[in-house]
């Protein structure tokens, strides 16, 4: 007969610590480039120092002739590559420069001191041609692109938004402008590559991998799409390429796509013959792991004196590079967020002579709706109406531009609740003291919910414990810490009971890391595979023969299954500013977030998720600037010294707060994703403060002395 089963844990929605904290903490996890393989060798890549043209010569004699230098590989003689859908993986296979800082050469040498000695030494010459990284948005080569980031259509038309705008009775149209950011993840992109050879000839070009077998560790948000880009690449069944990425300090996007750093690993490695590492210097991460490309928006809202909105037209301009086409998807929350019954969203982009942009914290809703944020701000000033009266007025029963009804929306709900926790009514005339102005302001948080076809196992062991393996990424998240807690409250056990193993090519596919969709794709495959596992071992006489039992889970048919619901998380952010009428230095006194995204899994790493996204909106307002440099082409900030991350003393004690959200129409596990909706609105909230404190709009980001005084 069965023993009792084990007294109900509650495993979900209480506090767990994360499970790899003590190997991070003593350092005992093992990150990309701490991979201490046998006779392992290191390289340093070269990057252009030109904007535009081609490479005419590469002199590697000085770099060849220092101690402990390897080989100095080229466009010349670097191995072919296959194909790549990211034309950035197909490093040193021709002469074209594309931007600055692309990489032209890589040295491989006995250490990474001799690796950078010798790229120092690497004589590259060009043919230079005229070079054009200046964004405007009366640039004659902008485009309206078919689509944006994220799948959607660039351009959507609800009604006649522009006539509706000129035949409103109040008027705001502003033009707001985000610099480019930078993710800069306290890990800098790092891989550690190894062949085992086949059978087939070393001639060190790849197409001759034969039955070679290629391992890299890699710095990465999902390992499943590192494998296809470098079995393509090498010309590898994906079954001979294993990629892994235990422990990843942070990524914020820039580690969603493969990136040129692992395919120089796996080069080196194979040109050697050894095991190679590849650590990105942290000034190298601009050019080529992506950026948040800069916005221009434009924005007009058409209200009746009552506060009623009648127009919402939302234009935004960008950049992508000449090799790869990618636009921020800035207008799409405007389709999300109010009711306006003539509705424009659309996006124009130029391809310059840039890096490619690609995805940063909250891509699209991030940037988009500091200037939608703004903007109602605006109108509200114009109307003399409380800014979060003016929100709830606008309040949509459906989402605008599709016209669904929405799973849940607790936007009101989190925009009063917000209030009541600051105080907001009491606080709403700006004072001065001393020299200080002081302020406040709010704003509305959005970010979609996104969900990808995953996979899971789980083995039960005959002693009662249990094996949870997934194709999961934990970036610092505590991905893996959930995901034990899911597995351990579908099982009904303890978490102590649940092994997870994740961040593995090997285990059951799952999606990479990112869209806010991580817990919600991979948790659904471990909660289906667990909840068989149940209903089977209900089924099954104990004890379990050796060596238990194992059930599979996929997602797939019902991950893909459209949903007749607009689904969103939602929040509101409010701020406190104080701006030094001396210095000019603008600094965060309060700020607080109320979030309505489903069901609250880990309330210990939710909280730090949504305080890092707010920590990071802090920045885009206040500190993070990268600027092109029309003379040389490439960002002029590309270090922590130059590129202000906010440290401790930049931030208040952030206040978090939660509503309690039932939405049965997302996932068994219940979460809306909180990756990303932190970082949304946070900067307008702290703008808007700037300007209830000051009276002054600054519509340029970030509030730095300079524009302030
Ligand atoms: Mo997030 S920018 O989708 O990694």
Redesign the pocket.
């Known amino acids: 007969m069965d023993p009792e089963p084990p007294a109900r844990t509650p495993a979900l929605g209480v506090p767990a610590t994360r499970r790899e904290g003590l190997l991070k903490v003593t350092g005992t996890a093992r990150y990309a480039a701490e991979h201490a393989l046998p006779d392992r060798a290191y390289a340093w890549p070269v990057p252009a120092t030109v904007a535009r043209g081609q490479v005419t010569a590469v002199d590697t004699a000085a770099a060849l002739a220092l101690p402990g230098v390897l080989a100095v590989l080229t466009p010349y003689d670097a191995p072919r590559l296959g194909p790549a859908d990211d034309p950035n993986l197909r490093v040193l296979q021709d002469l074209a420069v594309p931007h600055r800082g692309w990489y032209v050469a890589l040295a491989v040498a006995e250490s990474t001191e001799a690796a950078r000695a010798a790229a120092a030494a690497v004589r590259v010459t060009y043919d230079t041609d005229p070079h054009d990284t200046g964004l405007r948005t009366d640039h004659p080569d902008l485009y309206t692109p078919e689509i944006v980031n994220g799948g959607y259509p660039a351009h959507r038309e609800r009604g006649d938004a522009v006539a509706a705008f000129a035949a409103a009775e109040v008027q705001v149209d502003c033009a707001y402008t985000v610099p480019p950011l930078h993710n800069h993840p306290m890990e800098p992109h790092a891989a550690t590559a190894l062949w085992e050879a086949g059978e087939a000839g070393e001639t060190g070009d790849a197409g001759d991998a034969g039955a070679a077998a290629l391992t890299v560790y890699d710095s990465s ?1 999902g390992t499943g799409l590192v494998r296809q880009a470098l079995a393509a690449l090498f010309r590898l069944p994906e079954d001979r390429v294993t990629v892994v990425s235990e422990h990843v300090g942070g ?3 820039c580690k ?1 796509t493969p990136r040129p750093h692992v395919v120089l690993a796996a080069m080196a490695a194979r040109y050697t013959g050894r095991p190679v590492t590849l650590a990105l210097p942290r000034r190298h991460l601009p050019a080529v792991v992506g950026h948040r490309p800069p916005t221009l928006h434009r924005v007009r809202l058409g209200a009746r004196t009552d506060g009623t909105l009648t127009a919402l037209a939302h234009e935004v301009t960008t950049h992508t590079s000449r090799i790869r086409e990618f636009v921020e998807q800035a207008a799409v929350p405007a389709r999300v967020m109010y009711a306006a019954p003539a509705l424009l969203t659309t996006h124009r982009v130029v391809a310059l002579d840039v890096p490619t942009p690609s ?5 699209g809703e991030c940037p988009g709706m500091y200037a939608l944020e703004s903007a109602v701000d605006e109108l509200a000033d114009a109307l003399g109406t409380d800014p979060v009266e003016l929100r709830i007025r606008n309040e949509p029963d459906a989402e605008p531009d599709s016209g669904r009804p929405f799973s849940s929306r607790h936007l009101v709900a989190c925009l009063r609740e917000g209030a009541a926790l600051f105080d907001w009514a009491a606080h709403r005339t700006p004072r001065r003291d001393g020299p200080l102005l002081i302020g406040t302001g709010v704003a509305s948080s959005t970010y979609p919910v996104y969900v990808a076809p995953a996979s899971a196992r789980v083995h039960a062991r005959p002693d009662g414990t249990y094996l949870v393996q997934t194709n999961a990424t934990d970036l610092g998240t505590g991905a893996r810490t959930v995901l034990g807690q899911i597995a351990a409250d579908t099982l009904r056990v303890p978490p102590d009971r649940v092994t997870v193993e994740i961040g593995h090519s090997a285990l059951p596919p799952g999606p990479v ?4 969709a991580g817990t919600a794709s991979w948790g659904w495959a471990v909660h289906d595979a667990c909840a068989d596992l149940v209903a089977l071992l209900e089924r099954h006489p104990r004890p379990l023969p050796e060596p238990g039992l194992s059930v599979s889970a996929d997602t797939t048919a019902s991950a893909k299954q459209r949903s007749p619901y607009a689904r969103h998380a939602f929040g509101a952010q409010f701020a406190e500013v104080q701006v030094d009428t001396v210095t000019g230095e603008v600094r965060v006194r309060r700020l607080l977030g109320v979030f309505a995204a489903g069901r609250i899994l880990n309330p210990l790493t939710a909280r730090s998720q949504f305080v890092g996204g707010m920590v990071m909106g802090l920045g885009m307002a206040l500190t993070e600037h990268s600027g092109v440099d029309p003379a040389f082409g490439d960002f002029t900030e590309s270090d922590l010294a130059s590129y202000h991350v906010p440290v401790h003393a930049d931030v208040p004690d952030i206040e978090v707060h939660w509503l309690d959200e039932h939405d049965k129409h997302l996932n068994p596990v219940g979460g809306k994703g909180i ?2 909706i932190g970082i949304v609105g946070t900067a307008a909230a702290i703008g808007n403060a700037f300007h209830h404190a000051t009276g002054r709009r600054i519509r340029e980001l970030p509030l730095t002395p300079d524009r302030v005084l």
């Open positions: 948000q990524a914020f996007g969603g995805w940063m914290r909250a891509p890391a990112g869209g806010s990756g990303e």
